[in-house]
């Protein structure tokens, strides 16, 4: 059974910092993983993209967030982070983990429970 496992969130001040961590086990021999990252949702708001990394290093960010978010992963250990600077108030949300990969041709992603990050003085 897959697990996502997140931690890291918490209450910040703006302009302070926040490290989020995913550890993911529990994948098939056969699944490849293709990618891991990080959404966000505020109540009543679509969830949305924050940063994806590849297996080969190649990292996504949404624009709101260039500049002060850095995602890094490590691969053998299937984790994925997500290293917050300068954070805002608008980077209030419910932060999710996700992993992306295929089983043969099959798309497959799955998601943490979520961690809560409240950027608030």
């Known amino acids: 059974q897959v697990h996502l496992v997140e931690s890291g969130g918490g209450l910040v001040q703006p302009g302070g910092s926040l490290r989020l961590s995913c550890a993911a086990s529990?994948?098939?021999?056969?699944?490849?993983?293709?990618?891991m990252g990080w959404y966000r949702q505020v109540s009543g708001k679509q969830r949305e993209l924050v940063a994806h990394?590849?297996?080969?290093?190649?990292?996504t960010y949404t624009d709101s967030v260039l500049g002060r978010f850095a995602i890094s992963s490590d691969n053998a250990k299937s984790t994925v982070y997500l290293q917050m600077n300068s954070l805002k108030p608008e980077d209030t949300a419910v932060y999710y983990c996700?992993?992306?990969?295929?089983?043969?041709?099959?798309?497959?992603?799955?998601w943490g429970q979520g961690t809560q990050v409240t950027v608030s003085s």
């Open positions: 990394i590849t297996t080969q290093g190649t990292t």
């Open positions: 529990g994948f098939a021999s056969i699944f490849n993983i293709d990618a």
């Open positions: 996700f992993v992306g990969g295929y089983v043969g041709d099959t798309y497959h992603d799955y």
